[in-house]
């Protein structure tokens, strides 16, 4: 990219001294400013339903914390070669906003994106909107970080970019991705591939509202769709809804994010649909594993869970020292439904299972 060495400024995200206590990359804006025009181009060549093969890593919300991205892509190294660039990835939206590093985690994903565009693919999520990340900490890190004129100037830039991002992705034909989940309006994925980015507002398109941030639940009547009376936005949608969307659409599941989760995975619907959450120790009061998925050559998938000290949900001017790492494969952790599920538990979408669901 002409004005800017690319490859200089993705080490400086991958630099461990600057991350390992959560330290500020301080950003020449001009730079910030390229990156972002060159990566609405490279958006705007996009469908709004990307589809990729398999192998590929799953990757949920992030918030702002640049350590577990960055766990995440090295957790796929091969040898010399840096997970980043060893693997192709998927992120399910929420890169920004409650975590300090918000503008860390987007220029990482950003760069990542521009030198490597058929590896990365970046969905949106409900906090990619301007609605949220005015009000939960992506404005505000902007505005200690920069001068005030200058912030909103880089807050108006990013949430351009944001407005278009892709909404969703298909991975081996088989497997449906997006932040929140399905729509009643979703009846074939053509659906998905007829929305016409940049969209600015969400309310004028229920179907881009709902795979932003619709939620699975038990106990909707009928096992359908029912609004979501927990966000105010959008619907819950049942086992029967998802049943309907798999079989009209030819699909094995639906893996989708937008909920906290302390185990880092969750199931419903007899492990049709897998939610996942990569933010590590979100809640100081409820320390969490983070976790992402790895989808294979065949479509099975395997859950990568990690972990963090109890003291990993620090402010940004604590020094305190930093520990992780991903769980070995013999370790555990709860599941959703209350048992235990091993790290490296391996999900089949060919294969219907009760097992994990709840």
């Known amino acids: 990219v002409e004005g800017l060495d690319l490859e200089h400024f993705l080490r400086q995200h991958l630099n461990e001294e600057n991350t390992q206590n959560m330290k500020r990359i301080e950003y020449d804006v001009q730079h910030i400013m390229i990156i972002c025009g060159r990566m609405k181009a490279i958006l705007l060549s996009e469908p709004s339903l990307l589809e990729f093969g ?14 577990d991205l960055l766990r995440v892509l090295d957790r796929f190294s091969e040898g010399k070669t840096p997970g980043c660039l060893a693997m192709r990835f998927v992120f399910l939206g929420d890169y920004v906003d409650r975590g300090i590093n918000s503008l860390e985690v987007i220029m990482t994903l950003f760069t990542l994106k521009i030198l490597f565009p058929n590896c990365y693919g ?64 979703l009846k074939s994925l053509d659906d998905i591939r007829a929305i016409q980015r940049p969209i600015g507002d969400l309310a ?9 941030w619709s939620d699975p639940a038990t106990n909707v009547p009928g096992g ?49 649909v897998i939610s996942i959450f990569s933010a590590s120790n979100y809640n100081a009061e409820q320390p969490n594993h983070g976790a992402c998925l790895y989808v294979d050559a065949r479509g099975r998938i395997t859950i990568k869970t990690f972990f963090a000290s109890l003291f990993d949900h620090i402010n940004k001017d ?20 209350g048992g235990e599920t091993n790290s490296d538990d391996t999900v089949d979408p060919n294969h219907n299972s009760s097992e994990g669901s709840q």
């Open 204 to 212: 004028n398109i229920p179907l881009m509202a709902d795979l932003l």
């Open 122 to 185: 970046l969905l949106r999520g409900n906090h990619e909107t301007r609605s949220l990340n005015r009000v939960y900490g992506f404005y505000n890190e902007l505005k200690e970080r920069f001068p005030l004129d200058t912030a909103e100037e880089v807050y108006l830039r990013i949430n351009d970019v944001f407005d278009c991002l892709p909404l969703s992705a298909l991975i081996a034909g088989k497997i449906l991705c997006m932040h929140g989940g399905i729509s009643p309006h």
């Open 224 to 272: 359908q769709f029912a609004p979501n009376t927990t966000r105010g936005h959008s619907v819950f949608y049942g086992q029967e809804a998802v049943e309907n969307v798999l079989r009209l659409l030819d699909l094995s599941c639906i893996v989708r994010a937008h909920q906290f989760i302390p185990s880092g995975t969750g199931f419903v619907f007899d492990r049709r």
């Open 54 to 67: 398999a192998p590929i890593v799953i990757v949920g919300d992030l918030h702002g914390q640049i350590r």
């Open 318 to 337: 604590d020094e305190m020292a930093h520990h992780a790492s991903f769980l070995n494969d013999d370790s555990s952790f709860p599941s959703v439904a």
